[in-house]
């Protein structure tokens, strides 16, 4: 559950009513509503062109809408009628590219924000935020001393220290390695849940999304497609798009039989028949590697076609006698050759199943 859910109270933070933007004629985001509660944080997840950037531009004040309206903490600063400056709307933004001012320490860099305070509070909040992410003694030095990664620390805090009331992260994690990547999403979401900040990530990566997220909504061609959790995403997607994007498979045609049971090329899938599909009717049964096990003692045998290292495991990519092919998940200590008969069982009870429109 959402750390938001668990108090229904919480002030609702951000309202996006029905929102459009365009270039000219060109649609670039069509219709999107969702809400964010006070600590909440949601997450605008799709591949690249699909829209995530510029509704966050939009929310952040630098795109016009075409229709609808944006609010922050109750108060409209995004309408046809109503645009309200990016650095009125007591927003934080983080970037890729992580935009720290090279010719300013590390504590000037971080005080930019809360001018308006007095020395003493500025330098305490300074220190305080420091401390948060393990680089108390830092405020000397320079960006240009800092690693990529404590550079990103950096921006974020910076971000933080004016106690926005919404914090904006367009793609943070991009320029990084993997192990990186995910050490400073779990760190960043431990921060943003301590500060009780309502924000917003902008990745293509669902295990950004997965590791950050409370909330995460898909977005397909300028459309919101899903906005849920990251369980629900995972094992009901909303489409087949969601389906492909969230988690690694494949899919087979199958027929539905009846009110309760689709036949496959592997087996009879049952209680997965989609609302409104009457017998005969074509589906897509989406098979992901984890539904598929392979056992030297199984009838049903496939082909060795393809293989990926994962290091703990092998993504096998397996051809059955029909030609269809399944992806398969195996512990790296079974090593299979390329061209190997296998066997293997099937595990088709999580499976999810889209009509053929």
């Known amino acids: ?3 938001s859910q668990k108090n229904p ?12 933007i365009a270039y000219g004629r060109n649609a670039v985001v069509e219709d999107v509503s969702l809400q964010l509660k006070k600590g909440e944080i949601g997450c605008f997840l799709g591949p690249s062109g699909c829209g995530k950037t510029t509704l966050l531009r939009a929310i952040a004040g630098f795109e016009p809408l075409k229709k609808g309206d944006v609010q922050i903490n109750k108060s409209v600063v995004s309408s046809i009628n109503t645009h309200l400056a990016p650095e009125k709307r007591n927003i934080g933004m983080v970037f890729q590219d992580f935009a720290l001012f090279p010719h300013l320490t ?8 809360i001018r308006y305070l007095k020395r003493v509070e500025q330098q305490l909040r300074i220190q305080q935020l420091l401390e948060m992410v393990s680089l108390g003694d830092y405020g000397n030095r320079y960006p240009h001393e800092l690693s ?19 914090l904006l992260m367009d793609e ?3 320029s990084m390695d993997v192990e990186l990547r995910q050490e400073l999403a779990t760190e960043i979401r431990d921060i943003l849940k301590q500060e009780n900040i309502t924000a917003i990530l902008v990745t293509h990566d669902q295990n950004e999304a997965f590791l950050v997220a409370d909330t995460i909504g898909v977005m397909q061609q300028g459309r919101l497609t899903q906005w849920a959790e990251g369980y629900e ?4 997607p909303a489409n087949a798009f969601i389906a492909d994007f969230i988690g690694q498979g494949v899919f087979i045609e199958g027929e539905v039989l009846c009110e309760h049971s689709i036949k496959t090329p592997l087996e009879i899938v049952h209680e997965k028949v989609p609302k409104g ?15 598929i096990i392979l056992d030297e003692s199984a009838d049903l045998k496939a082909t060795v076609v393809g293989r990926e290292f994962r290091g703990a495991n092998f993504i096998y990519s397996l051809e059955l006698a029909d030609g269809n092919r399944l992806l398969t998940l195996e512990h790296s200590h079974h090593r299979h050759a390329i061209g190997d008969e296998v066997g293997l069982r099937l595990d088709l009870e999580h499976v999810v199943v889209f009509a053929i429109k």
């Not at 590390?106 to 924000?113: Q, V």
């Open 148 to 166: 990529g990664g404590q550079q990103q620390r950096i921006a974020l805090i910076r971000a933080l220290a004016p106690k926005p009331d919404l």
């Open 106 to 113: 590390i504590a000037d860099n971080i005080a930019f924000g």
């Open 1 to 3: 559950m959402p750390d």
């Open 9 to 20: 109270q919480q002030k609702i933070m951000l309202a996006v009513n029905h929102v459009s």
């Open 233 to 236: 995403l995972y094992h009901q």
């Open 172 to 174: 943070p994690f991009s």
């Open 277 to 291: 599909c009457q017998p005969g009717c074509k589906v897509n049964v989406f098979v992901r590697p984890d539904d």
